[in-house]
């Protein structure tokens, strides 16, 4: 059974010793005052505690943003032993997807809907078999996920907090907003047959989401700071905006990293948790209105700014601010009553400001300073003139050079026009030499990626990169890259097990943005890895991230035929260990695409991988770079696999293989390839011709010295025998 929630320790007893002590003295105050004051003093508890130690955390009963805090969150009961095999079974086998047909999967859905219908809340808030609603949501049909809203209405408000129940929130949620769009654009297709039960309750999708959010609403206060409410909160605000729901790195930015991920093995339908760009009804907009009027409508310009370092109700504050100025316009910055407003009410925001104040302590704060750059991403562009020309226009050195605010500086450049990020760029240039030394490259990247967009001179930028990364041959791509040189010929002796450090993520992203600037700072990393060597090459290829540049540098558009040469010959010799490797495999799939233009270097390569062919056909990558290189193909017909290749290649530009005589180069010779048995045949038919030929030749001779009779008919015996 559940034990009783129980406040404990000696700070909880001196906060309800405290929080008495202020009631009786506040006793004389208006009461209309005292409420207001009260909803706005516990918002500030409520975010001042939520970063304190687990045992100051008071419990669920303060009374935030107008709304009360549930007492006791409703006990739903346990599953049984029998109910949780089952239902752990059943998860197994839908993890599995080991389905005969689609109507063999569906016919089991039924089933363990059938088997869990009274019991979801049990499923949703028990720890072992929460996963499978969570897979079930991903499977259902939007009838299913209707039966599913209906079951959970009502129960909202205590599910969203709950720590396995608000995932399955979650889910339903982004799986049921496209049915909405469905709903809106074809209504004649989605509409659900009239059931023969007369208690079973028809709604729309639509209706089914604004019922949910009114459960909620009067409860967003704590809802924007709660552990696990604040994730379900950010998600339903998404789908009332009809706004994407994006992902990085393989996982939603909504999400918490720690988030376990739920899928179907095999599935047919998407298992990622994300969402499109949509069509949402009016009322959705309308609905998104109100949250973010009410999550801010009793708080003032201080209590705000609270939530701005806090660490649960940053995200959520971002969120709401971004679409705001997204969802109703640049113009809805000058509503008194508006999220950008109230954390910046002052006009003009200049240096003394409590708004000035605001932004430099958000600047080098770890967590506001992600509020700021949202700030500074959406803001109206007289705002941000104003805050860039205030702030920020002769800081952009210091600003890049501090690890945190440089995040900030590197979304003020997204924003700037080219005079002023010529400017910018001075001024961050001095810096480089400094940044390399402490491997805060990410704004180098930034820079480069915004001078090109703009147009901007990068030859500033190349002449201290060369400077920072000089060696004794000049710039060296290993030190970006953070490669020592190989001790020994065979570049064996590397990193092959090496784990990648975000300095090498950063210098390989560094360098791949400078290859795409044409000239001079592109080139200054082609010319490094030309003059590399086979050794130090190898080493590169089987790095995990510094192969990635490799990788980018043969695809490249700005990289010569010539640069390609020299690279991809530093590896003869060496292309079976390669393909055999998780990292080179990829650099000889890239070579594929760098020998455009080079006909005799890809079949080199292809020469090498068939003498190869026993260990790749036994390794996992191995077998990739055989396909990818079409080598079954090679192996049993060449000359599919050489118009192929130049097919694939393109012709303009493609030279010729070596042993083409040059009267025609776009057919090259190819009895180097010929099997002996295929040598042997085609020289005993180019014999056999031959004799035939001379035969020929002497009937022919024998005749014309023949009368006119006899060499008619020695032309019929000629003809006869040929």
Known sequence: MPKEHKKRGRREEHKKRKHEHADADAGADDHSAKRHRQSVDHVAVAVAVAVAPEDDVPHQDEAIDGGTRPVDTPFYGMLDEEQQ??????????????????????????????????????????????????????????????????????????????????HCCEALFIQAAPVVTQELTKPDHTQTPPSSSPNEVIASMEALFLYTLGELEGNLGFLMTDRFASHVLRVLVVVLAGAPLPKQNGRSALQSKRKEKV?????????????????VPQSFLDGLERVINESVSNLDSTYLRTLATHPTGNPTLQLLLQLELQQFGKSRARDENSIIRKL???????????????????????????????????APGKLFKAIYGEFFKDRMGSLARNEIASYVAGKILERLGKDDLEHAMLLIVEQIPGLVERNRTAILKTLIERCAVREVDTAPIKAQLEIAYGGHNGFEITRMLKLVEAPSDD??????????????????????????????????????????????????????????????????????????RKVIQQFYGHIGELALDPAGSHVIDAIWQGTHGLAFIRERIAEELAENEAPMRESFVGRAVWRNWSMDLYKRRRGDWVKQSRYTAGNEGFQSFPESNGDEPSKPKHNRHLTAIELARQKHAAAKAAQAKEHARKEKAKSSSSSGSGKSKGKGRAHDKA
Not at 263 to 279: P, Y
Not at 345 to 366: C, H, K, R, W
């Open 263 to 279: 899928s179907v093995g095999g599935s047919d339908k998407v298992q990622e948790w994300s969402l499109e760009q949509r069509k």
């Open 85 to 166: 095999n089952y239902f752990k079974k059943a998860d197994e086998i839908l993890e599995l997807n080991q389905f005969a047909d689609p109507d063999e999967r569906t016919l089991f859905l039924e089933s363990v809907y059938r088997e869990a219908d009274g019991n979801e809340l049990k499923i949703a808030s028990s720890q072992s078999c929460s996963r499978l609603m969570e897979r079930l949501i991903l499977l259902s049909t939007p009838d299913q996920l209707k039966t599913l809203f209906q079951k959970f209405s009502g129960q909202f408000l205590y599910l969203v907090q709950h720590r396995f129940a608000s």
């Open 344 to 378: 910046l009410p002052d006009d003009p925001i200049v240096e003394g400001t409590e708004s000035a104040a605001f932004i430099n302590g958000l600047l080098y704060d770890a967590i506001g300073s992600r509020l700021l750059e949202t700030i500074i991403q959406y």
């Open 491 to 564: 570049g064996k002796s590397d990193s092959r097990h090496s784990h990648s450090s975000p300095d090498k993520v950063h210098g390989s992203l560094l360098a791949q943005t400078m290859m795409t600037v044409e000239g001079p700072l592109g080139d200054l990393i082609f010319d490094s890895l030309a003059r590399l060597g086979t050794p130090l090459s190898l080493k590169v290829a089987r790095d995990p991230t510094a192969s990635r540049t490799l990788q980018a540098a043969l695809t490249s558009p700005n990289a010569s035929v010539i640069f390609r």
